[in-house]
């Protein structure tokens, strides 16, 4: 199936998205190990007797491995190539995988869930810089949108598996098969989608753009010439024109230095789009929203009810960006999400803010509940019809590609510390007040919307060549 844009392109659709949802399979794992948390914190938490403070690490702990892995992909990847790193990724999966399931207290399961954090790192950097590098231009922002796909359909699956597995054993804490707790059996679930990953990724050809840097253009011919279905010698050419291969292989944290403060203004760009991506609070709710509604007042298997239809409605709303992405543009795709997102925040703020208090926790009332509920909801509509994809798929192609996969990395591994800090601190400004931590998601909201406006360009339709 070919398709012919206004600029003559020619390309497969069919066989480009192949090749994209085979990368974005690493973003199916990085949901699904994100999330998976989510049910098992309260039960594991009394397992292991853990305070506030460690269960907070505990939980963001994979983030810290995350950041690992981001920082340390792109460089590998730039050296041994895209798919060396998708393989190690899904290894890493299955491993943390079975040893955080199998966990005897909380410092294996801190370790198994670092490991786990490298391979979400990883696939966080990968996934987009190789469907951005194998994606025709005018589909590019649909198939990038691919990877936020992956991502919160991970998140709905794994946040399923909780709810199905808990319910089956009678709760998180029970026991479910051959003696081991169900939020153990909810982690392990994870090593067959990774060997999923692991298989499928030997199945698709190298990025283009890195074959030509290490000086392999009949191959990179061959693999383009399966994407699109004229132009190529074209393509190969301009890739050529943007990458040396003598110098890409000395390329490093140099490549990214620049007058303002250190770095390229594009790279403070991509960083500062990844933190508040993080800093609106968006993985609250997915780490912490069953803990949170049982907080408030709602049963164990109401609060996994919640949760599973929030994860639901990231995927629809996710679907929405993907069909109006390469029309619209990434910018007003954000601005949007930055306006409704600090508006939904708000209304949470102002909600948990007005709670009557009780022995020290906010309880909703029936009106205040359904308030609170079409709040979250619309920030995980905002949030996934905006800043969830769009952000991946910028970063995939706002940078050149000399700098891509370093500065990619860079911004990924930015992105991870911003998640860590916003769940390690969570918990210790729910204590204070959900309205505090709230009314400040409110504020980064905000933030993001004069950022956006002010910083980001439209990338829309432009070849990966043409980004300096």
């Known amino acids: 199936m070919a398709e012919t844009t206004g600029t003559q392109e020619q390309y497969n659709t069919v066989r480009a998205i192949h090749l994209a949802a085979v ?3 690493g973003g199916f794992l ?56 998708m393989f190690g ?12 399931g199998l966990a005897m207290g909380p410092v294996d399961l801190t370790i198994w869930r670092v490991i786990g954090g490298v391979a979400v790192g990883a696939a966080s950097v990968i996934a987009p810089a190789y469907i951005a590098e194998i994606s025709p231009a005018p589909i590019r922002g649909r198939l990038g949108s691919l990877q936020q796909l992956a991502i919160v359909t991970g998140i709905f699956i794994a946040l399923l598996v909780d709810a199905l597995l808990a319910n089956l054993a009678g709760g998180a804490a029970e026991d479910l098969a051959f003696g081991l707790e169900a939020w153990r059996w909810m982690f392990m679930a994870e090593a067959l989608p990774g060997l999923v990953y692991l298989v499928m990724c ?30 190529v ?15 890409r292989r000395k390329a490093g944290f140099a490549d990214l230095r620049g007058h303002v403060l250190g770095l390229k203004p594009i790279v403070w760009v991509g960083i500062l789009l990844s933190v508040f991506q993080q800093a609106v609070g968006i993985n609250v709710i997915f780490y912490y929203s069953t803990a949170l509604w049982q907080q408030v007042g709602f049963s164990e298997s109401d609060a996994l009810t919640i949760t599973v239809i929030t994860s639901v409605t990231n995927i629809v709303v996710t679907l929405v960006a993907i069909a109006t992405i390469d029309k619209v543009g990434r910018r007003i795709l954000l601005l949007v999400g930055s306006a409704g997102m600090a508006l939904s925040l708000g209304t949470l703020a102002w909600t948990f803010g007005t709670a009557p208090v009780v022995d020290g926790e906010p309880v909703l009332g029936d009106a205040a509940g359904i308030v609170a509920l079409v709040a979250a909801n619309l920030f995980v509509v905002f949030f ?54 709230y009314g400040l998601y409110t504020a980064f909201a905000v933030l993001s919307f004069l950022f956006v406006a002010k910083f980001v360009r439209e990338t829309k339709g432009r070849q990966l060549e043409d980004m300096e």
């Open 233 to 247: 010698d074209d393509r190969i050419t301009e890739i050529q024109r943007t990458v040396r291969a003598e110098d």
């Open 23 to 25: 990368a974005a399979l």
């Open 384 to 437: 996934g019809a905006s800043w969830g994809p769009v952000v991946w798929v910028l970063l995939g192609e706002m940078f050149n590609n000399r700098i891509r996969a370093g500065a990619l990395g860079l911004a990924a591994s930015a992105q991870w510390i911003s998640n860590f800090v916003i769940s390690q601190t969570f918990p210790v400004l729910a204590a204070i007040g959900l309205s505090l931590a």
């Open 89 to 100: 990724a899904a290894v890493l999966f299955i491993s943390s995988a079975i040893g955080s």
């Open 30 to 85: 990085f949901g699904y190990d994100t999330a998976v948390i989510n049910g098992a914190v309260v039960a594991l938490r009394a397992d292991f007797a853990m305070s506030a403070g460690v269960t907070g690490f505990v939980v963001a702990s994979a983030l810290l491995g995350a950041a690992l892995g981001a920082w340390g992909a792109g460089r590998v990847a730039d050296r041994y190539g895209r798919i060396r790193v």
């Open 202 to 231: 030997l199945t698709i050809p190298e990025s283009p753009r890195y074959l030509v840097a290490q000086g392999e253009p009949k191959e990179a011919r061959r693999v383009l010439a399966g994407v699109l279905t004229a132009g």
